[in-house]
């Protein structure tokens, strides 16, 4: 595996941000810091396309079909390292990902490592003109100094023949320096041709793994087929000795069937017998089967009607058995206080909805101006456990409404919310921060645009029931739809008893 440190630019923030990097056979995954486990993020090298357009800069991407990944080195030595390690590991994983079956296909593969052996070689080459160029450099300076040092001494003992030998010295060494210099280009200028001479072969190994892959394909339907063809005669063999057993047997029962007469009607007898059991009980499994599937269904309409329950209201709810919560608007900050001021017509809309942003039953929205109006949670069949409590989330809207060119529609200012678990804990009075818009449910620190300084207070108490008179309308309704959940329940326990096998 390869690691090290690069900056990477970010999705949304397009600011690189340095990330310690880890090749691992085809997966460069990103971390934090280099003693983190779990990665942030991961690359899928094979799937993905390397490019090299702002290699001069230091910067390399890797594109693939979800988005296009950005990185930096801090020098091009680096970035070239990194490019040529990515390049090698994804050679490498194609070239394992087909096996060649064409001569065609290996001399390309042949080709393909003459090739890298030869991009070595260059690179060798480059390296060691580089150490003799760095050392020529030194040697130059030092020359440089010690005549320079010579010129300056009033009690030097070199003499001007000695000086002028240095001299042409330091000229042959500059134009050896110059030669290196030429040389080192042209090695580059030759790995350039090489990295796009190594591109193109790697499109061509592709094309031809590809190739590879569908032959081995239409090999693997001939030799399903052989297989398929080889069973059918394996069968009909079967079939013919298991008819040839059976009429040696029928023979033999012809012969003896006077004699076991009695044993054969018996046998009989026993077998219907067992088949009577065993069909009585399927019919008895069959039976419970439907009457759980019957269960589950009156469940199922159960829990969508306790999800319609959660819904709000200006009014209080009319069952005296029914629990809610009074919510009300108890004050914003100041600035958000002034700016709720400059709208005519600024309301709050109060809504429920689970983990994913599902709203669950109906919202309801206060009248123009007052945005103090109290609201009505009905929780009628409200289970008392945490799970259930942290899993449901109260949104508060604040919302005006904002003429356009062809309509009038209401547009978001700010919003916030907060888990029911958590507003039960922290009552009566809870303060929630704003956010800004769009109003899509999010959890996520990343995403939430806070904000800074603004927020309101939420009171949150037990509700008001409604008159008798209401109350007993309301019971009417309830319990006529409940008596049509039940016929409707009955009458498919009804169905599966007369599906039901007789005995």
């Not at 290699?55 to 390399?60: E, K, L, Q, R, S």
């Not at 013919?240 to 009607?265: P, R, W, Y």
């Not at 269960?295 to 199922?300: C, I, P, R, S, V």
């Not at 001021?341 to 600024?346: E, G, I, S, V, W």
Request: proline share 2%; aromatic share 6%; glycine share 4%.
């Amino acid at each position: 595996s390869i690691s090290g440190w690069l900056a990477k630019r970010g999705a949304i923030n397009k600011s690189f941000k340095n990330r310690h990097f880890r090749l691992e056979k085809k997966m460069l995954s990103y971390y934090t810091d280099d003693k983190t486990l779990e990665p942030q993020g991961v690359i899928d090298i094979l799937n993905s396309e390397l490019k090299t357009d702002q290699i001069a800069d230091n910067i390399f991407e890797l594109v693939s079909n979800k988005r296009a990944y950005v990185i930096k080195a801090e020098t091009r030595d680096e970035a070239d390292e990194w490019v040529e390690a990515l390049s090698n590991r994804r050679f490498n994983l194609l070239a394992a990902a087909s096996t060649p079956v064409l001569d065609s296909g290996e001399e390309k593969v042949d080709e393909v490592i003459e090739l890298r052996q030869t991009c070595a070689k260059l690179k060798e080459k480059m390296l060691k003109a580089r150490e003799e160029t760095g050392a020529a450099k030194k040697q130059v300076e030092l020359l440089k100094r010690t005549i320079d040092a010579q010129d300056e001494s009033k009690s030097g003992n070199v003499t001007l023949r000695a000086t002028k030998i240095w001299k042409e010295r330091c000229a042959g060494l500059e134009s050896e320096k110059t030669k290196l210099t030429t040389t080192n280009e042209t090695l580059m200028k030759e790995k350039e041709a090489l990295k796009e001479t190594v591109a193109k072969l790697t499109e061509v190994e592709a094309t031809l793994g590809s190739r590879i892959h569908g032959m081995e394909e239409a090999m693997n339907t001939l030799k399903k087929a052989h297989e398929s063809h080889e069973e059918k005669l394996k069968t009909q063999i079967k079939e013919l000795n298991e008819a040839h057993e059976s009429h040696e047997e029928k023979l033999k029962t012809q012969i003896k069937e006077l004699n076991e007469g009695k044993e054969a009607l018996f046998s009989e007898l026993e077998s219907t017998k067992a088949k009577l059991q065993a069909a009585e009980e399927n019919a008895a499994k069959e039976k419970k089967t439907l009457e759980g599937k019957v269960e589950d269904a009156f469940k199922q309409v159960e829990g969508m009607l306790d999800i319609a329950a959660w819904s709000f209201s200006l009014r209080p709810p009319l069952i005296s058995s029914a629990k809610c919560w009074k919510i009300e608007l108890c004050g914003f900050d100041k600035k958000t206080e002034e700016g709720i001021r400059l709208k005519d017509d600024a309301h709050i809309e109060f809504v429920i909805v689970d983990q994913m942003g599902v709203v669950m039953g109906q919202a309801c929205r206060t009248e123009p101006l007052k945005v103090s109006q109290p609201m009505f949670l009905s929780l009628p069949n409200l289970k008392k456990d945490e799970k259930t409590w942290a899993s449901r989330y109260l949104i508060v809207q604040l919302k005006y409404k904002k003429a356009k060119k062809k309509s009038v529609k209401c547009s978001l200012v700010s919003w916030a919310f907060v888990s029911l678990l958590l507003l039960m804990q922290k009552g009566p009075e809870v303060k929630l921060q704003l956010y800004k818009k769009p109003c899509e449910f999010s959890r996520d620190p990343e995403l939430l645009q806070i904000f800074k300084d603004q927020n309101l207070t939420l009171k949150v108490t037990a509700g008001h029931i409604a008159s008798p008179e209401e109350e007993k309308q309301l019971k009417e309704k309830s319990l006529s739809r409940k008596a049509r959940s039940r016929v409707s329940v009955e009458a498919s326990k009804k169905e599966a008893a007369e599906a039901e096998p007789m005995d």
